[in-house]
């Protein structure tokens, strides 16, 4: 990730205006950065997920703001759509799918404490 989209000259913007879809990979963006939180948005587009992953020393929490499929956490899958929100506990294997032929997803998600470190997880 670079820049974040928003920072203190920019403090307020609609979420629409950060939204962006890759062809090729689910898009991670930061909304916001500060010393104690980051606050991201996943743009996944149909077919495109975030693969599984943990963070050894963050917690994550994730509301769905668009579209609906599935969220892996630990060995809980759960289905997921429009105005869900989901608790990832720290080091928790997690990953999301988008299962919609053609709807786009987008999920906004806060985590803390810093540094939130990704460590891939191997499927089983």
């Known amino acids: 990730m670079t820049v974040p989209f928003g920072n203190e000259e920019k403090k307020?913007?609609?979420l629409k205006d950060a939204?962006?879809?890759l062809q090729d990979?689910?898009?991670r963006k930061r909304l916001f950065e500060t010393s104690d939180m980051h606050f991201n948005i996943y743009c996944i587009a149909p077919g495109q997920q975030?693969?599984?992953h943990r963070h050894p020393i963050s917690d994550e929490i994730l509301y769905f703001v668009e579209g609906s499929g599935?969220?892996?956490v630990g060995g809980e899958t759960?289905?997921?759509q429009r105005g869900d929100l989901v608790l990832v506990p720290k080091n928790a294997p997690h990953a999301i799918r988008n299962t919609h032929a053609v709807e786009n997803m987008v999920?906004?998600?806060a985590q803390t404490p810093l540094p939130c470190v990704h460590v891939p997880v191997e499927s089983a």
Do not use: D, G, S, T
Request: aromatic share 20%; charged share 15%; proline share 10%.
């Open 12 to 14: 307020h913007f609609n």
């Open 19 to 21: 939204e962006e879809f």
């Open 25 to 27: 990979q689910f898009n």
């Open 50 to 52: 975030n693969p599984l």
């Open 70 to 72: 599935e969220c892996v």
């Open 78 to 80: 759960y289905p997921v």
């Open 107 to 109: 999920c906004i998600l």
